[in-house]
């Protein structure tokens, strides 16, 4: 690696930081336990920096304010999603009632029988919708309560929502501007009866569990927690944080001798916790034999019952992949004890049934929470949707001959003819999609780009030189921003181009594929080194593999030294370039002390001297948030040297960076400007934001120092990356991806985990996440499928 080994740009260091900035805080390091912690019974390990941590989801910061008997990660905050539920989500689907058990079979049985169906119809273009769950179903629900008449727009929203646009013809005039851009408020805390707190206030205390849990077990089970938790005690584990022995605890205080280790109640919750957590890391399923090793470590003596049981009881859906197809009817009913008892070695799922071709493919066996697979099943579909419905015979010639570079043009050419297209490449391939919505605008199509984060909705304005033509995801599912809803309810677009695609989760995915029109197209775009979504599901990788619709793949390098060094990490090679305007610099530091020492002074000192770049516009990124050079220390640290005060709005003073989390894996960086009874008042991408105050501490950190994931769609003019020698677990060829990309003109690089961090770009690839969407795409019909490129 390179330029200038240990010297830090422009200093000459004199700044003498107090050596208490770099003392870890008191207590970190509770919080930031990986998903198995205290046992294996969770899916494979979560590395740091990939969901699971804590480190895209600030409310389990929240805890730290707990009793002592509370869970060291329970975040007493209930934060709805907007279709994106990622690391930490509190809303996590609990498990099902029992009373429930016939409904959810049902459903397994029916999604079963669509998939079927599919493989019979493969002529037939798949018609929109799907089963959706949880949070999505929610949304899709309001929007066709709209649609319909039954109810309107206003009753969903806070404020009252902005007027409708009208009507718009399938070519309408481009250069109409969209309706302006809304401040996005802080969701509003769920409305609880004092009743139902006081209710299960009282269970709690009588199973010895604290009084803290109260407001998100409700938050989690309704109005009839108090009840839930009475009869079935392990419906605690649905509460975030709560692990699995204290939920024994909690039901032995309040069952007595019924309470047993293969008590269904208890099996079929810690089905549904096993598959929680492996969301939180990504996953949307969960291999059968992974689930039962599990259940064995949890002292369960017959894990196959116990897995039957959690799907009899719609705790969790079975599903079959591989094999026969004919053979696959024995399973197909939701029970599948056939396939449950298949898988002898208890670890990779089932092998081929008995007597089966030794040549044929091994039988896998899946169990999944139905708010995934149903997003999936709901994704693939509305996918296969865009692309049979598109026109296929429009003519961009010239469009494409006026485009500004090859791959430009190859990217207008392919989209012409394709309702489904995914685009790949590193930042300076951004300026490709910019070309196509530049194009498809001068055709007269109603096109627009949709980011990940603000800062990337302003570069592709920039790119674009249009700001109408760049929104934020969720400022369009929101209606906050771009053209509204035409009168059928769909987004009112011909092309939408989705950049930073490898951030999209499946249940993000599937409402906004479901909001488009038949007919739309959707581009997919981004870059595939940097680390996945913080919700559950590799959208945009599943879409990759199963080479379901045509492929671009940009051929235009990043430029300069910081896009040299990132060309080279993603390939698994960490090589040494030539710096010759310090544009990347390594500071080699002892200990994580000094890490902190040095960040410090880059920030304060170094950065703004060698390259007039001011501190507010450098951004520090580190691999997690506890530990000796997490993000709480560094931003302890960096708030005492930058902007010192007693942190009176708890914990805040004004002119504070921080990062804003107003729903799961979406993560705001802001400023704070003041603070009243109404809550914390905060300027986020030149946006006022009011955090109210019961959410400001599960909701609301500082942002000095961000970790890679919250960075991801992100750019600084610079970057300070930092790697402490506690570090090196956590590092990935994706994360250092991630991080080294993130500035723009300047990377320093603090350099402490020596030979940690080649061997993690050329042999730690990306964790592989379990998903269903690769397959469900594989086998739908798409006839673009046979003209791909790339």
Known sequence: MTALPGETPGTDDATAEDASAAAPAPGDGAEDATPSEG???????????????????????????????????????????????????????????????????AAQRELRERIEKRKAEK??????????????????????????????????????????????????????????????????????SPEALDAVRAVLAEGGAPEALARPAVGALGEQAAELLRTDPWHLLAVPGVRPEQADGFARALLGAECGPDDGRRTAALVGWLLERAALQGHTALDAGAVRTALAEHAVRDPDAAVLNAVEEGVALLFREGGDPEADEDGADGTGADGIEADEDGARGAGPAEGADAAAEPVRVLLGLDRYALAEESLADGLARLVNTCEKAADWTEAAAAAPSPSAAELIRTVASAGLVAHSGGEAARAEPAALIAAARGLGLRALGATHSEDGRRRLAAATGDPDTAVTLAGLLSGAQGPGRDEDGALALDLLVVLDAPQLDVEGAAVLVEALADGAR????????????????????????????????????????????????????????????????????????????????????????????????????TVGHGGAAGTRVLNEALKRRLNPGPGRFGGFDPGDRVVHVPAPGRAVPGV?????????????????????????????????????????????PAAVVVLPGDAAQGLSRPWVYTAFSRGERHLSVVHGVDRALPHAVAEVPAQERTTRLRRLLEALPTPDAASLSG
Do not use: Y
Request: glycine residues 12%; hydrophobic residues 40%.
């Open 522 to 621: 959707l581009v997919l775009s981004g870059d595939p080194g940097v680390l996945g979504s913080a919700g559950a599901g590799r959208v945009f990788a599943d879409v990759l593999a199963a080479r379901a619709c045509p492929q671009v793949v940009s051929r235009t390098p990043d430029p300069g030294p910081i896009g040299e060094l990132v060309s080279g990490v993603g390939i698994g090679e960490l090589n040494q370039v030539d710096a010759p305007g310090k544009e990347v610099v390594i500071v080699p530091v002892r200990d994580a002390g000094e890490a902190v020492h040095r960040t410090v002074q880059l920030v304060a000192d170094s950065v703004p001297r060698a390259f007039s770049i001011p501190a507010e516009e450098t951004q520090v990124i």
């Open 123 to 192: 002529a037939a273009p798949i018609s929109a919708g799907g089963g959706l769950s949880g949070t999505a179903a929610d949304l899709l629900a309001a929007v066709r309560a709209v649609e319909s008449g039954e109810k309107a727009g206003t009753a969903f929203f806070a404020r009252p929502a902005p007027a409708p646009a009208p009507a718009a013809s399938q070519r309408s005039d481009p250069a109409q501007p969209p309706r302006p851009a809304v401040p996005e408020a802080a969701p509003a805390a769920q409305a609880v």
């Open 672 to 716: 704070v400007r003041s603070a009243d009874a109404e809550g914390l008042h905060l300027e986020c991408g030149g946006l006022p934001v009011v955090v109210p105050q019961e959410r400001v501490e599960s909701s609301v950190r500082h942002g000095w120092a961000l970790s890679a994931h919250q960075a991801a769609g992100m750019r600084w």
């Open 39 to 105: 046992g294996s019974a969770a899916p494979p390990a979560v590395e740091e920096g990939e969901p699971g941590t804590d480190e895209s989801a600030p409310g389990a910061d929240g805890a730290e304010a707990a009793p002592e008997a509370a869970v060291p990660d329970a975040t007493p905050d209930a934060g709805p999603s907007d279709g994106a539920p990622g690391a930490g989500s509190p809303d996590a689907a609990p498990a099902s009632e029992l009373s429930e058990a016939q409904a959810e079979l």
